[in-house]
């Protein structure tokens, strides 16, 4: 999804319990959530991104204060109906976000967010982390 002249992107929420998707990073999900599977569905629908927001208490019904303001836009793949009557789906990460205003919260939850702009490129700094990270592993 393109962000407008303002850098802001409307878009449907995930609210992900116990996981964080990191840039480019691909992982399967459950969706379980009715809710969850209603944005994702109308997401594929007009072929937008969605919004992966971390619970803070994952056992918690998602509500706009359980969730974290700071998230990664995620590209949902195909969304696979299982045998056992539950939804799975492949998400990626792509860009950051900063989550400006909640638009709706019924049926499920839209909201404006600040598209981040990050460098591709490494400085000096970052080189030197990977670096380190790299022999520490």
Do not use: C, W
């Amino acid at each position: 999804m393109e962000p407008n002249p303002d850098g802001l992107i409307e878009a449907a929420v995930l609210p992900l319990r116990d996981m964080v998707i990191f840039p480019r990073m691909v992982s399967p999900i459950f969706v379980g959530r009715e809710a969850s599977l209603l944005a994702v569905q109308e997401a594929q629908r007009k072929e937008q991104t969605v919004i992966g927001l971390t619970q803070k208490t994952p056992n918690s019904r998602p509500r706009r204060e359980r969730l974290h303001a700071r998230r990664r836009g995620d590209g949902v793949g195909r969304l696979l109906h299982m045998p056992d009557g539950s939804y799975s789906a492949l998400v990626q990460g792509r860009k950051r976000v900063e989550i400006v205003e909640y638009l709706s919260l019924k049926p499920y939850i839209k909201v404006r967010a600040h598209v981040i702009n990050e460098p591709q490129t490494a400085d000096r700094q970052t080189q030197a982390f990977d670096a380190l990270r790299v022999e520490s592993v």
